[in-house]
């Protein structure tokens, strides 16, 4: 069984541009969630997909936004970059919305 | 708003002393509550849920409506529990809303 996987590790854009992260989900999840991490701090909810779907969002800029594909992997794209978007992002799967979530290793973007 | 609060950014604590990671949380419904601990470079996982009620690595958790808390205890420390440790809410059914707290590192030391 394969886990949840993020791609890229590290990632450094400057302000002003898009990004797109991207996450595979554990075999048989079909729930993805997507955390922020900033430095000291815990991971914000981001939103959640569930089959395809988004099911749950927390208080992100429409700029944040994102896609669940059939097979249950997934994007996060951000727009218009700020400084601020610094951050590790982490992407979590489940078996479905109850159930226990499987965190990746996560992303770290700097934005410059 | 949800919010949860973890008071301690650092606790340290003597092997074989008790534990106690304190959370508080605010919520107008019912939610449902976890803590998360990750290892020094190791991801993020799941410790323990407050609905399935069970003791995982010595560690408790009872959830407490009256005082919204929900703090982490275990009666002796070992030096592996060393790690960060958070707490969450999660919001139920229909559309879902997760909230960390800011973390607890425990220190336990030899």
Known sequence: ETGVTQSPTHLIKTRGQQVTLRCSSQSGHNTVSWYQQALGQGPQFIFQYYREEENGRGNFPPRFSGLQFPNYSSELNVNALELDDSALYLCASSLHTGSEQYFGPGTRLTVT | ?110
């Open chain 2, 1 to 110: 708003a949800q919010r949860v609060t973890q008071p301690e950014k650092l606790l340290s604590v003597f092997k074989g002393a008790p534990v106690e990671l304190k959370c508080n949380y605010s919520y107008s419904g019912s939610p449902e509550l976890f803590w998360y601990v990750q290892y020094s470079r190791q991801r993020l996982q799941l410790l323990l849920r407050h609905i399935s009620r069970e003791s995982i690595k010595g560690f408790t958790a009872d959830l407490n409506k009256g005082e919204t808390s929900f703090h982490l205890k275990k009666p002796f420390a070992q030096e592996e529990d060393s790690a960060m440790y958070y707490c969450a809410l999660k919001t139920h059914g229909g559309y879902q809303k997760v909230t960390f707290g800011t973390g607890t590192k425990l220190q336990v030391i030899p």
